[in-house]
């Protein structure tokens, strides 16, 4: 019995469906993409193929062995305890002769139809040393050879993440080297949630765009900068299958130059009296002109409006000047954060910012990701990780206030001393809540500006 | 959640941005004041004043930024009550339990309330967050936090022993999260709760390896599949804005300067030895001064040496027996090598004012903090095993008090 009710607008179908790009894993855990459009046949590269109506309707998740091009559900699969056993490979060489089966014959073997299973157990049967090896040898042995034969595949559920994986495996270059703990962090920081308004910069092939829209939920407003003439097609949004209400409500593009507010976008005109019109065509073609230029200029509006809550930004331009130039739109309090394959880009970008007066705290972190192989007596971290996941940086627009400073600034001398007995009272009178633990502030106030970048984070 | 308005309002909970590693959160009761090192403050004057304002102290001594809450801002400003979780776990989490606008999730324990107030927020109005804390006082702590935070409608808190108990939701939710002592006491509960229409996903958050393992055993035992294990932390960068970095070459120039002016000082020594020897001969006998080799001469001269080299540098003017007149060169910056005269006539050595940035990782930062095992569940129907129903399904609403 749910809870809540379900009439929870999804941002996508929990099942597979016809038109869908779905995401398979298959034996050798390589990842393919496969289009199921309703009555055709979808072809896994030379593992084969199945009906995709046998697909269509079907939850995500589930591992399927294709039989004359239809699908079998194998039941999910739990990790087998493996027995210690004394044997070593102590008595095992290479290059032996061990396996008197021959291509030709597990060809044959494959062709008459018998089952995978049953050829590797025809292999084991004739392996000359198999019964020397470790268990987990043998294991290994298994598990390689199932890859090798196994005509199954299993649906992957098109979550952010798993999205995210797809493309950093398959092309990291094409998502600036976002990867899904530096993307999650990024949607954290920039406080994404249904109904906020956010400006984005994506030059990932629409990675983050994708990201921003998953934790919106089709609520709020997603206003996007892109550097061609039309709305870029964002081609991870592909992957995630959403529902139209999810993208059609709340993404809206301007590009470089539409987004300048001293610029005069050149439009064709559109309002044309009626008795000038002379055809439907004409008219018709006059109306859609006319949709264009007004959504154009209320997305101007709206961005020269401002007050966004934040600005996500993973462009291959100077991030300096698109701070410049979009920062103004960003409210007080909103984040900004940029991401950026190279630390450079980024170091440059803070030094820059740190002499500007409204970024509080402009600061850089890397995301560092270790995956771990946890089996039964063979738990250990993956021996080929990924190096990098791309640099983050994150600070909070502020309206500054020069006189603050200027006091500031004239009392910075005679403040030293006095740094110890303010520590005391630091929890005060009127605060409502205690403050955390650490007390031990060294830093003036005043220094907060000048030292940032020697403080730790966290 | 929180406000969403441009100005401050009365009652309004903000963070106050004192350093950044001193957050703090304030509600806003005009009456009260807030003092701290940082300056004194009427809650009355910061009504009405835009989020994100730098504040100046009313004795115009310090200033602080007043901040709307976020859910990462309440996790640097919140009191501790437990060890809490931060950006980088909360984030990998979150994403890989896929939790997003309308998810259901179940979190255990509380806690600290870090992990619930992003959870809550990404959810949304459309979503639900069912968290369980077995700590009473903590529990009571955190139903009044999440009342005053606005989130009663997204948060259900139960006070209770989910490993003993179980949950208090059948076939609901989306995604589990596990921060207890012994997850694996809560394995076959979450089973429970988690729906059965679709995948659902399971974490277990843990410090130490040896609960890792009783898990994925439990995990395993229990039916969940692609079970893996993750390890996240943040490194931050410390960036400083430096001079460009010396070539050798200026360097190699330097020393060359200093070692002619090293030669240049020995031969006017010598000169000024042979001057001083033959004078001194010509006083005592002149007849004898063209036996005397040149070596012997500088020989003889070594005391005078030393005595023109001490006056020359205590005095510290220059040489003025040079052939060439020398000039004093300020090459400023302590790590200078230390040969600040050259002799004029060549170009003095060029002082670049560019600058660079420079990054490096901090030295100390967060090597540790626990192990994610993450597991799902996919919606494969074998022949349901008999459950006796402990944990009967009850709307939120129930649940709650």
Redo the contacts between chains.
């Keep these: 019995?749910?809870?809540?009710s379900s009439s929870?607008?999804?941002?996508r179908d929990?099942t597979v469906q016809s038109g869908d790009l779905v995401l398979l894993r298959i034996p050798n855990g390589d990842i393919k993409g496969v289009k199921v459009e309703k009555d055709t046949t979808v072809t896994i590269g030379r593992l084969g193929s199945f009906y995709a109506n046998e697909l269509i309707d079907q939850?995500?998740?589930?591992t399927y062995e294709m039989v004359d091009k239809r699908l079998k559900?194998v039941?999910?699969?739990?990790?087998q305890e493996v027995e210690d056993t004394d044997a070593t490979n102590e008595l095992i060489n290479d290059g032996e002769f061990v396996q008197p089966l021959t291509i030709d014959e597990i060809q044959k073997l494959k062709v008459s139809g018998v089952h995978v299973s049953d050829i590797i157990k025809k292999q084991i049967e004739q392996h000359a040393n198999y019964s020397l090896k470790t268990e987990y040898s043998k294991e290994k042995y298994k598990k390689r050879k199932e890859e090798k034969y196994s005509k199954s595949f299993t649906t992957i559920?098109p979550?952010?993440?798993n999205v995210?994986d797809y493309w950093f495996n398959k092309d990291k270059t094409r998502i600036r080297d976002i990867r899904?703990?530096s993307?999650?962090?990024m949607?954290?920081?920039a406080?994404?949630?249904?109904?906020g308004r956010y400006i984005a910069v994506d030059d990932a092939s629409g990675l983050v765009v994708a990201g921003i829209l998953?934790?919106?939920?089709?609520?709020g407003r997603l206003l996007t900068i892109c550097d061609t003439d039309s709305p870029p097609p964002y081609p991870v949004t592909a992957n995630m299958n959403f529902k139209p209400h999810v993208t059609s409500n709340v993404l809206v593009s301007l590009n470089w130059a539409t987004a300048e507010e001293d610029y005069t976008p050149i439009i064709p005109p559109s309002d044309i009296p009626e008795d000038q019109i002379r055809s439907e065509r004409q008219k018709s073609r006059l109306n859609k002109r006319k949709a264009v230029t007004d959504l154009l200029s209320n997305t101007r509006d709206e961005l020269f409006y401002g007050?966004f809550d934040s600005l996500i930004v993973a462009s291959e331009y100077d991030p300096w000047s698109i701070l410049e130039k979009l920062s103004p739109y960003v409210?007080?309090?909103?984040?900004i954060v940029v991401h950026s394959p190279h630390?450079?880009i980024?170091?440059?970008l803070?030094?820059q910012m740190r002499g500007a007066s409204q970024y509080?705290?402009p600061?850089?972190?890397?995301?560092?990701?270790?995956?771990?192989q946890?089996l039964?007596g063979r738990?250990h971290?993956t021996m080929v990780t990924s190096g990098t996941g791309g640099?983050v940086l994150h600070a909070?627009?502020?309206?500054?206030?020069p006189?603050?400073?200027k006091?500031?600034f004239d009392?910075r001398k005679p403040?030293k001393p006095?740094?110890d007995q303010?520590?005391e009272?630091?929890v005060?009178?009127?605060?409502?809540?205690?403050?955390?633990?650490?007390?031990s502030?060294e830093?003036?106030?005043?220094t907060?500006m000048l030292d940032?970048?020697?403080?730790?984070?966290? | 959640m929180w406000s969403t308005a441009?100005e401050i309002a009365a009652g309004d909970l903000v963070i106050l941005?004192?350093?950044?590693?001193?957050l703090?959160?304030?509600?806003i009761?005009p009456g009260?004041?807030?003092?701290?090192?940082?300056?004194h403050?009427r809650?009355a004057d910061l009504v009405g004043i835009?989020?994100?304002?730098?504040?100046?102290s009313r004795k115009?001594?310090?200033?602080?930024?007043v901040?709307?809450p976020?859910?990462?801002l309440w996790t640097?400003?919140?009191?501790?009550r437990t060890q809490i979780l931060?950006?980088?776990d909360?984030?990998?989490i979150?994403?890989?339990l896929?939790i997003?606008?309308?998810s259901?999730v179940i979190e255990a324990g509380t806690g600290s309330g870090s992990f619930s107030h992003?959870v809550a927020?990404?959810v949304?109005?459309?979503?639900?967050l069912?968290s369980y804390e077995f700590h009473e006082v903590r529990a009571g702590k955190a139903r009044e936090e999440f009342a005053r935070h606005g989130m009663n409608d997204i948060v259900t808190l139960t006070h209770r022993n989910v490993c003993r108990e179980g949950f208090t939701?059948?076939?609901?939710v989306d995604s589990v999260f596990l921060d207890l002592p012994a997850p694996w006491e809560a394995v076959e509960h979450a089973k429970q709760a988690l729906?059965k229409?679709?995948?659902t996903r399971i974490c277990c958050f843990s410090p130490c390896?040896e609960q890792?393992?009783r898990t994925?055993?439990a995990l395993?035992?229990a039916?969940?599949?692609e079970?893996?294990?993750?390890?996240?932390?943040?490194?931050?960068?410390?960036?400083?804005?430096v001079p460009v970095l010396t070539p050798i070459g200026e360097i190699s120039e330097k020393l060359k300067q200093a070692e002619r002016k090293r030669e240049d000082k020995r031969l006017k020594q010598i000169a000024a030895g042979r001057q001083q020897s033959a004078s001194k001969r010509k006083r005592e006998d002149g007849t004898r001064m063209d036996d005397q080799s040149p070596e012997a001469a500088e020989d003889s001269t070594a005391v005078e040496r030393k005595r023109i080299k001490t006056d020359e540098e205590s005095a510290g003017v220059p040489l003025d027996v040079l052939p060439e007149p020398v000039q004093v060169m300020d090459l400023d910056g302590p790590e200078d090598f230390d040969a600040p005269v050259a002799p004029s006539g060549r170009s003095p050595v060029p002082v670049s004012t560019a600058k660079i940035?420079?990054?490096k990782?901090?030295s100390?930062?967060?090597g540790h903090t626990s192990?994610l095992?993450f597991a799902?569940l996919?919606?494969?129907s074998?022949p349901p095993p008999e459950t006796e129903s402990l944990t009967a399904?009850?709307?939120?609403a129930d649940v709650e008090s």
Excluded at chain 1, 331 to 335: D, I, V
Excluded at chain 2, 17 to 22: G, V, Y
Excluded at chain 2, 24 to 27: A, D, N, R, T
Excluded at chain 2, 32 to 39: L, M
């Design positions: 019995m749910a809870a809540t929870v607008r999804e941002s929990s939850p995500y998740g589930l559900v039941p999910p699969r739990t990790i559920e979550t952010l993440y995210c899904a703990d993307l999650s962090q949607l954290n920081l406080n994404i949630r249904p109904g998953d934790r919106m939920g089709g609520e007050e409210a007080g309090s909103g984040s630390i450079q980024l170091s440059d803070q030094t509080l705290c600061n850089i972190t890397e995301s560092f990701l270790r995956r771990y946890v039964p738990t971290p640099f909070i627009k502020i309206y500054d206030d006189n603050a400073s006091v500031i009392r403040k006095k740094a303010a520590t009272q630091h005060t009178s009127g605060s409502d809540s205690p403050l955390k633990e650490d007390t502030i830093n003036t106030a005043d907060i940032v970048g020697s403080q730790k984070v966290q | 441009r941005w004192l350093t950044r590693e001193a703090q959160p304030l509600v009761t009260k004041d807030f003092n701290s090192k940082f300056g403050y809650h835009p989020y994100g304002s730098k504040v100046a115009g001594k310090g200033f602080i930024h901040l709307r976020t859910p990462e640097m400003a919140l009191p501790h931060y950006l980088a909360i984030a990998f979150t994403s890989h896929n997003k606008p309308g259901r992003s927020r990404t949304g109005s459309a979503g639900h069912w939701v059948t076939d609901t729906r229409d679709r995948t390896m890792v393992l994925v055993n395993n035992d039916g969940f599949t079970i893996t294990m993750y390890e996240t932390l943040l490194r931050p960068l410390d960036v400083s804005h940035s420079v990054s990782v901090m100390e930062v967060r192990y095992t799902s996919q919606p494969f074998p399904a009850v709307t939120p």
